[in-house]
């Protein structure tokens, strides 16, 4: 018996081994179990399923919104229109506020109404909303100007939270559950690269064409981003589901040899 568990004490250990290492070499088990699989092979796995691809593009899109809103409504509206600080602190104010609580109860939401109609409406929203901005001076002025900023910010705040803690839960929703944390990590990566890009776009649009037309430019990008999700989000997923079942074969199996 000494024997025995001592053998089956190097066989843990020789596990563990192999484990560190395969971690170390960016590796992790295919959802078969039948050899392993690069970080880069599951990034480009990402891409080619229509699912976690169109919330990649959504993710980035709707961060690349925000990298205009910091880079580009400010002189917008300020140097622009002249709008006060006090004035533009709240208007961010009431995106920020609005989006921030709002969603503590969409992920919850969508977890039994479904995320495909969160994802698409918020986009959609929020394609709307940035549309309305640069619109709104063209027809009004004064308060009425303010006000429907204002509104405008708010429903701004209601797009963002309607998509943004779903995106995430689709993603992990359509991947196979051992490599789920790579996916969502690839998904993360590109999703705040729309920082990055969204400034740098802005800029170069301000400069080259004008504020109103880098606005426009957004606004168009997440109407675009908005059909790709209804086209292609929900396709792919059987594939993860039939993953999913043979990881969570694979688990069974190795727990029943450990009992052994």
Known sequence: QEGGLL???????EE?????EEEEEGVVLDPTGDNVVSTLHIVLWCFKN????????????NNLKDGVMWGVLASFMQDQWGVSDAWYGSLTFAYALTWGIVQLFTGALSDKLGRKWFMCSGMLIQGVCMLTIPLVPVVLSGWARLASWLVTCFLLGLGTALVYPVFQAAVGDASPPLWRGSVIGTYRLFRDMGYVVGALVSGLAADYISLDGSLYMTAALLFLSSLCLTLFYGRGMSYAADQAAQGVQLEMEVEAKRKE
């Open 50 to 61: 229509p699912s976690v691809a169109s919330c990649i593009q959504a993710g980035l899109i």
């Open 16 to 20: 563990e081994v192999e484990e560190e």
């Open 7 to 13: 053998k089956v004490e190097q066989e843990e250990e």
